[in-house]
């Protein structure tokens, strides 16, 4: 009897065995799916929280579907070990035998859908690799968003140390506080690329910030700069303006008035100037000293164009003089400049040529002709020299033109 009862217990013993093999392979498989599906929900998060491109929310709803069929075969294996329990004393073939390939088709199910889910996973690649990349940059660019905005803020600090308010600048910088709120909220709550772009904004306004404020100092000085520079401008325009009046003084007892009428408002008018020029300059100092640097800017600029153009206007003046003097002692030389001119363009018109083109020769004679009459106009006690000197100076301008003219067509024929 005990024989007997010792070869039963080892057959039942090897059906028990056979089903627990049955059994531990597919609790194996089951763990090898679940940590599958836990690898690849990974990198499904990973790409959803960067792409949502078509391809991108493809692969999540494909992600989805397969997890259906997951939890399906994970719930029939559940089921298949509830079902049939190996470690029962009275365990037999049959039992065993049903359990063994309960177990086994449990497995054989899950092998399925693992290979499934392995051909998903690689076909994920371009997807992931794209995803990973976008990662990848998010915290970097976080961070230099924030080392920025900390290198604006210490810029300010600098800039205040040295009296210099930079309200403005401090301005723009607190309005960026809600953004840097945003960047520690992460990517969790805003998505990966709002997160990104939003960093790239945040540290791209923070540096112009901080290049602004320590571009200040620089600013503040070349403002001061420029201010001391165009005062002691104003100041010898003042005294080259008081000498206009001696000067028109000869003009008027040596030439005739119509050498100078149009210069007797100069000397009214370079005063006028000079007041209006303190006036803007003390502007221009207000506005520095309360740093509104675009007002000091336009108020240096306002004076520059007054003093241009009085500064012009004194000088001719000294000018004309200088003129007049040298054509009344001498408008042979006049004469000769402009005869010249003519004769130069007139020989160019002819170059290469039997007779020149009527459009370039009449204007030629013509400035022959009027040269005779501006000679012939120089009579009387006090000739108009000025109005001499004018039609000369256009003379040689008319000549000009068409030596010009002339070399541009030969140009365009080449």
């Known amino acids: 009897m005990t024989t007997a009862r010792s070869w039963w217990r080892g057959r039942g013993d090897d ?3 056979g089903a ?4 531990d392979a597919a609790a194996e498989a089951f763990y090898e799916l679940d940590t599958a599906q836990r690898d690849l929900t990974i990198s499904i998060e990973a790409i959803t929280a960067v792409d949502s491109s078509p391809a991108g929310r493809k692969a999540a709803a494909d992600f989805e579907t397969l997890g259906r069929r997951i939890d399906q075969v ?3 294996y559940i089921d298949t070990v509830d ?3 190996l470690d029962a004393v009275e365990l037999d073939l049959a039992t065993a035998t049903r359990a063994r390939n309960a ?3 449990a497995k054989d ?3 399925k859908v693992r290979a499934d889910l392995g051909r998903f996973a690689d076909s994920l690649g371009p997807l992931l690799t794209r995803a990973e990349n976008e990662l990848a940059r998010l915290a970097p660019s976080v961070e230099r968003a924030k080392q920025s905005l900390l290198a604006a803020t210490r810029a300010l600090d600098t800039v205040r140390a040295g009296r210099l308010k ?8 607190a309005a960026l506080a809600p953004e840097l709120t945003k960047l520690n909220q992460g990517a969790s709550a805003h998505g990966v690329q709002e997160t990104i772009r939003r960093a790239d904004d945040v540290r791209r306004r923070a540096e112009e910030i901080r290049t602004e404020a320590e571009r200040l100092p620089e ?3 070349e403002i001061d700069k420029r201010l001391v520079s165009l005062r002691t401008r104003v100041e010898a325009l003042t005294t080259r303006a008081e000498q206009v009046g001696p000067t028109l003084s000869e003009l008027r007892r040596r030439f005739s008035a119509a050498c100078w009428q149009d210069l007797q408002q100069v000397p009214d008018q370079a005063r006028t100037a000079a007041a209006q020029a303190h006036r803007k300059l003390d502007e221009a100092a207000a506005a520095r000293d309360g740093q509104r640097w675009q007002e000091a800017g336009d108020a240096i600029a306002a004076v520059r164009d007054l003093l241009s153009g009085t500064d012009a206007a004194v000088a001719a003046a000294g000018d004309r003089l200088r003129r007049l003097n040298e054509v009344s002692k001498d408008q042979q030389a006049e004469i000769d400049k402009t005869r010249f001119a003519l004769r130069d363009a007139q020989r160019l018109a002819m170059q290469g040529r039997a007779t020149p083109e009527p459009k370039h020769a009449r204007p030629l004679d013509e400035g022959v002709t009027r040269l005779d009459a501006a000679v012939a106009a120089l009579t009387g006690r006090h000739p108009d020299y000025w109005a001499f000197l004018t039609e000369t100076a256009a003379i040689r301008q008319t000549a000009e033109r068409v030596v010009l003219n002339i070399r541009e067509e030969r140009a365009t024929q080449r």
């Open 103 to 105: 177990f086994t088709l």
């Open 83 to 85: 079902a049939h329990d």
């Open 15 to 17: 059906h028990r065995a």
């Open 219 to 221: 600013r503040a000085a």
């Open 74 to 76: 994970s719930a029939a």
């Open 166 to 173: 930079a309200d403005d600048l401090a301005a723009v910088l």
């Open 20 to 23: 627990q093999a049955a059994k």
């Open 109 to 111: 199910e899950i092998g």
